[in-house]
């Protein structure tokens, strides 16, 4: 299926300007805070509407703001899983499903009974979500969904209010349930984990914009911009410039580059991710940042260094990271401190900006 | 004291009841039905209509009664069509006492209804329209029992402004023994006559009434799932 979309919409302080066509059906939208994600799915859902906007799953026109088309999100057979569920809290998980399918027959009573056994929900059909741990009600949440039987589903920051080991369990079962759903879902979050572990396509958004799109490898290795970059979770820039087809120089870092490949034409801006450096003991090379050892933060499955370039600042900012797991923290406590990290030239991203 | 009991005229009890209810009701459907509209309507509309709907709150119930009286005065449009071709007498009757508590104490309802309404959870019903249930269904079966707490207090409180209507009601419906007369204005009219005895009779049933209120009320909303905060 194609869903194409287009959302327009000014506030004061904020403006949402998306335009999207994808035919992934695994979609992740990440993003910051106030990056206009919810309002995003809101839209597609029709519980907003947007100043301008367009909107067609196929050749079904949902919304097109030129042509007074706007499709009531009732019509529009579009799932949407809130953050909270948003389970009705005086209904029964009985009632709960079937609250979206007309009619009171056989046939409902069906439906609906088929989704209690599918999602293990068997034996609390009577019970309030209130009773349910948070599992379950995600369960019914999706059960309910599912019985109105959505042509596309939404999913709007399912975890983030749970903690780490809960969100992991539910971030799977939630995948397994949707693993025969045959119609686009899309999810939005702020974690990458989550994005990266759930989507095929991934859209960074940012300020109401959408500032990189593509499948989830390329965006993650190849992002568009420093900002999408950070928002993978990419966390050392540095200014740089180009010398010669071979070579640059990383201004902040104070760091002479030379590649093996040929370098783009045009950047002004390098990033590497923090986990990618390679520790030097001994002599100097090109590609080395001097080990000038700011602090250490000790996390429990990996230790982040921070360290200070030789040129600028003092600014928290210019700190390098570098993140070191666990198990070759030990190597490292065995040979002491490197004296350089060096850069691996395969894993440096360009940035025209 | 017996005595006093025995030879009381309780028609004014009965009165202030039966008023009381009927007034409630009306407000019950009217109150809720107006507060689950103006939810629905655009920031200007809404503080508009609002005020509105408020002002027999704010305005002293004299004022209320003055317009009510000039609405439903026999020599009027409406008091005169309603005289002429239903039959019905609103000013100097019962039905006079139930529109004056009505008007008066359905900005109360209207108020908690709308307090409570706004207490949903939005999501609550935009999950509802993603789901296809019908505006109607959402708010029968999800909006109004999710509210139900507040409404329920705002129920009670209404009943007992309800009975206690002074002002308006002695404009547009007077004091008739037996037939509009309601227990305020008779504590109001005895003490003119000085029987105080009397007086403090009513006094002690209305205080029992309104006891009995309050504490229906707390109970209430201690019952309304949440844990009561305790200092």
Not at chain 1, 27 to 53: D, E, H, N, R, V
């Amino acid at each position: 299926m194609v869903i194409q979309a287009e959302f327009k919409q000014k506030y004061d302080n904020f403006t949402l300007d998306i335009s999207l066509k994808s035919r992934s059906l695994r979609l992740g939208i990440l993003g910051g805070s106030g990056a206009g994600k919810s309002m995003t799915l809101k839209m597609l859902a029709g519980i907003m509407t947007p100043q301008k906007g367009f909107l067609s799953m196929d050749d079904r026109v949902l919304l097109d703001t030129g042509r007074r088309i706007n499709v009531s999100p009732r019509k529009r057979r579009i799932g949407y899983l809130f953050q909270n569920y948003a389970l009705f809290p005086n209904m029964t998980v009985e009632e709960n499903i079937g609250a979206g399918i007309p009619g009171r027959g056989q046939e409902k009573k069906k439906t609906v009974s088929e989704l209690i056994t599918r999602f293990h929900l068997t034996g609390l059909e009577g019970q309030i979500p209130s009773e349910l741990s948070g599992g379950q009600q995600q369960r019914v949440a999706l059960a309910r969904i599912l019985a109105c039987q959505p042509e596309m589903i939404l999913l709007d920051e399912p975890f983030s209010a749970l903690d780490g080991h809960l969100k992991d369990r539910m971030q799977r079962e939630l995948l397994m349930q949707l693993e025969d759903y045959p119609g686009p879902v899309y999810m939005v979050s702020h974690s990458r984990d989550e994005i990266y572990r759930f989507s095929d396509e991934i859209i960074i958004l940012d300020e109401g914009k959408i500032i990189s799109q593509g499948r989830k490898a390329e965006v993650f290795a190849k992002p568009a911009s420093i900002k999408a970059a950070a928002l993978t979770g990419c966390k050392n820039f540095s200014r740089a410039t180009r010398i010669s087809d071979h070579s640059f120089r990383a201004d902040s870092w104070g760091v002479l580059v030379s590649t093996s490949c040929t370098l783009p034409d045009r950047f002004t801006h390098i990033g590497y991710r923090a986990h990618d450096f390679i520790p030097v003991w001994g002599e100097d090379s090109d590609k080395t940042v001097p080990f000038r050892l700011e602090r250490i933060d000790d996390l429990p499955f990996e230790r982040n260094y921070y360290i200070r370039p030789a040129v600028r600042g003092d600014n928290e900012e210019d700190l390098i990271s570098w993140f070191v797991q666990r198990d070759l923290c030990g190597l490292l406590e065995e040979k002491g401190l490197p004296d350089y990290l060096k850069l691996d030239e395969e894993k440096i991203l360009y940035f025209d900006e | 004291m017996i005595e006093l009991l025995k030879g009381l005229d309780w028609s004014p009890l009965i009165i202030s009841l039966k008023t009381g209810i009927v007034a409630t009701v009306l407000c019950f459907i009217f109150g809720t039905m107006a507060a689950g509209w103006i939810m629905g309507r655009r920031t200007g509309v809404r503080a508009v209509i609002d005020s509105i709907l408020t002002l027999p709150m704010v305005l002293p119930p004299t004022a209320s009664g003055f317009f009510l009286l000039l609405l439903f005065s026999r020599r009027r449009p409406v008091g005169m069509t309603l005289y002429d071709h239903f039959d019905i007498k609103i000013v100097q009757s019962w039905a006079g006492c139930v529109i004056a508590a009505f008007v008066i104490s359905f900005p109360l309802m209207y108020r908690n209804a709308r307090a409570a309404f706004e207490q949903v959870d939005i999501n609550l019903i935009y999950a509802g329209r993603t789901l296809g249930m019908s505006d109607m269904k959402i708010f029968f079966q999800v909006v109004f029992p999710a509210a139900r707490p507040g409404i329920a207090s705002g129920t009670v409180l209404t009943f007992a402004r309800a009975i206690g209507e002074y002002g308006a009601t002695s404009m547009l419906a007077g004091n008739i023994p037996g037939k509009t007369g309601t227990i305020s204005q008779r504590i109001a009219m005895v003490i003119q006559n000085g029987d105080y005895i009397t007086a403090g009779l009513w006094v002690g049933v209305v205080m029992v009434i309104a006891f009995l209120i309050m504490l229906i009320m707390n109970i209430i909303s201690g019952r309304s799932g949440r844990q009561q905060i305790k200092w």
